[in-house]
């Protein structure tokens, strides 16, 4: 692991803040990696490596083949904002690939911890969903 930004062009970005050295012997330098990007200073010097480096990657992780996701998989619980609507109609659980989309309690929505931090955009992860469609009798 490098402390520098892994982009080998970095220097070529020409910043004010990447100059170093005396008069008449002044340079351009690599950015320090961010703590953010990990291995590059900036989303352009990921980009720039990313193009250079992306099939050895690939090789490296392997191909997959297509995924999918079935029906009975295909739950999810969704918060929906709209000012015309009730407040507790907020909350929906939905199967698209069924074609439901059931109104559900924020109670029902959310984790007892979500409910105490009182975000009202956060819900259950999928397979919770999934939970409590059997649980309502949706799925089994
Ligand atoms: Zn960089």
Same mark, same amino acid.
């Given at each position: 692991?490098?402390?520098?930004?892994?982009?080998?062009?970095?220097? &070529?970005?020409?910043?004010q803040n990447q100059i170093?050295? &005396?008069?008449?012997n002044k340079y351009y330098?690599?950015?320090? %990696? %961010?703590? *953010?990007?990990?291995?590059?200073c900036s989303m352009g010097? +990921?980009?720039?490596?990313?193009?250079?480096?992306?099939?050895?990657?690939?090789? /490296?992780?392997?191909?997959?083949?297509?995924?999918? #996701? $079935?029906?009975?998989?295909?739950?999810?619980?969704? *918060?929906?904002?709209?000012?015309?609507?009730? %407040?507790?109609? +907020?909350?929906? @659980?939905?199967?698209?690939?069924?074609?439901?989309?059931?109104?559900?309690?924020?109670?029902? /929505?959310?984790? $007892?911890?979500?409910? /105490?931090?009182?975000?009202?955009?956060?819900?259950?992860?999928?397979?919770? /969903?999934?939970? @409590?469609?059997?649980?309502?009798? #949706?799925? %089994?």
């Amino acid at each position: 692991m490098s402390e520098w930004c892994q982009n080998k062009s970095c220097p &070529s970005k020409k910043n004010q803040n990447q100059i170093r050295g &005396s008069k008449g012997n002044k340079y351009y330098q690599s950015n320090k %990696s %961010s703590g *953010y990007y990990k291995y590059w200073c900036s989303m352009g010097c +990921r980009d720039v490596w990313w193009q250079d480096h992306k099939d050895t990657c690939m090789n /490296a992780v392997g191909f997959i083949d297509k995924q999918v #996701l $079935p029906l009975d998989d295909a739950w999810y619980v969704e *918060y929906t904002y709209d000012w015309r609507e009730e %407040s507790h109609n +907020r909350y929906h @659980l939905r199967n698209k690939l069924k074609g439901i989309d059931r109104v559900i309690t924020k109670q029902q /929505a959310q984790t $007892p911890e979500q409910i /105490a931090e009182d975000h009202n955009w956060s819900t259950i992860d999928d397979t919770q /969903a999934k939970e @409590l469609a059997i649980t309502l009798g #949706l799925a %089994s």
